[in-house]
């Protein structure tokens, strides 16, 4: 288990390195715990860094968050809760989301995500150039 632990720090600290990022205690916390939960809000990540880092502020980690997104390591998620998510996985996929519990699961579906592209690119769309689709499936648990 140690060794597990210490093999995932070597491999965030990579992957941080490779983004030309300082791979600080904290940094690694916060990719390692959305690495572990897939799709999180800051107070999620907060929550559960928060025995490692108590003093670790919701709006640090927020910041953390956002600089990640920038370097290509997380994606946006908005919700319906007004409260923002950020993703893993920043490949073209769908998503459904629970409004429930107010919670993102992966969904993929290449085909989907293709016909939608293609659809896409096969209209004009005055004044836009079309640079992503983000598809998202809205519903309840049953």
Known sequence: M???????TLAV???????????????????????KLGHASAD???????????????ATIYNVLEMFVENGLLAR???????MYFDV????????YCKDDNSFE??????????VDEHLKSRNLEG???TGVDIQIIGTRI
């Open 77 to 83: 998620r908005y919700s319906s809760n007004n409260k």
């Open 13 to 35: 600290k990579e992957i941080l390195r490779s983004r030309g990022l300082k791979a600080t205690p904290q940094r690694i916390a916060v990719y390692d715990s959305m690495m």
């Open 106 to 115: 992966d969904y993929e579906d290449g085909e989907l995500v293709r016909i």
């Open 128 to 130: 836009y150039e079309v």
């Open 44 to 58: 999620m990540v907060g929550n559960d860094i928060s025995t490692t880092y108590p003093t670790l502020t919701v």
């Open 89 to 96: 996985n920043t490949h073209e996929h769908v998503h459904i």
């Open 2 to 8: 140690l060794s597990d632990m210490k093999d995932r």
